[in-house]
């Protein structure tokens, strides 16, 4: 089975823009969860999609916003960017959350 | 509150040493417990996992975890580095329908 895909790998914006970013799931796996990894906060958890409904939301603002199609890949949004927005954003997909996350290669995202 | 505890930030060892890395966790109630390792750039690869039954727990890469009730931890440990699994390396907890949560990591480097 193919894993879990994401794109772009990497990405350049400028504050004030917005982004979008791509998951793909595992075949067959209905759950998506994004996460938000920087040197200073870790691993941190935004959101979590199953079913097309965001079932789990971590404590971002709500610039930070996702959404899950009927194939189960996801999306998630950034707008109005700031620095601190740059980070590695990491997609994870399970059949059954959280039983095992199977985590993407990542975006990484650099605001300028 | 729940929280994941990697109490060592850096790791050096021989390879060929021995090695364990720990973890600490506070959560309401057993959690589903994870361990997994990031190469630089990379995104997170399962090493193993614990959900219920044997407490020794084998997993990928010659990699072995002890879950501890008593003690809430569940430490990873190999008998015999190699050079190739230096890397960061993150325990996780979670529970079904719930998000994972992380420990901040602890960075391993192998001299050879």
């Known amino acids: 089975k193919a894993g879990v895909t994401q794109t772009p790998r990497y990405l350049i914006k400028t504050r004030g823009q917005q982004v979008t970013l791509s998951c793909s799931p595992i075949?067959?796996?209905?759950?998506v969860s994004w996460y938000q990894q920087t040197p200073g906060q870790g691993l941190q958890f935004l959101f979590e999609y199953f079913s097309e409904t965001q079932r789990n939301k971590g404590n971002f603002p709500g610039r930070f916003s996702g959404r899950q199609f009927s194939n189960s890949r996801s999306e998630m949004n950034v707008s109005t960017l700031e620095l601190g927005d740059s980070a590695l954003y990491l997609c994870?997909?399970?059949?059954?959350?959280?039983?095992?996350?199977?985590f993407g290669p990542g975006t990484r995202l650099l605001v300028l | 509150a729940q929280s994941v505890t990697q109490p060592d930030i850096h790791i050096t060892v021989s390879e060929g040493a021995s090695l364990e890395l720990r973890c600490n966790y506070s959560y309401g109630a057993t959690p589903y417990l994870f361990w997994y390792v990031q190469s630089p750039g990379q995104g997170l690869q399962l090493l193993l996992k614990y959900f219920s039954g044997d407490t020794l727990v084998q997993g990928i890469k010659g990699f072995e975890a002890e879950f501890k009730r008593s003690q809430s931890s569940f430490n990873l440990r190999k008998p015999s580095v190699h050079w190739s699994d230096a890397a960061e390396y993150f325990c996780a907890v979670g529970q079904p329908t719930d998000k994972l949560i992380f420990g901040t990591g602890t960075r391993l480097q192998v001299f050879p």
């Open positions: 075949s067959g796996h209905r759950s």
């Open positions: 994870a997909s399970s059949s059954t959350p959280p039983e095992t996350q199977y």
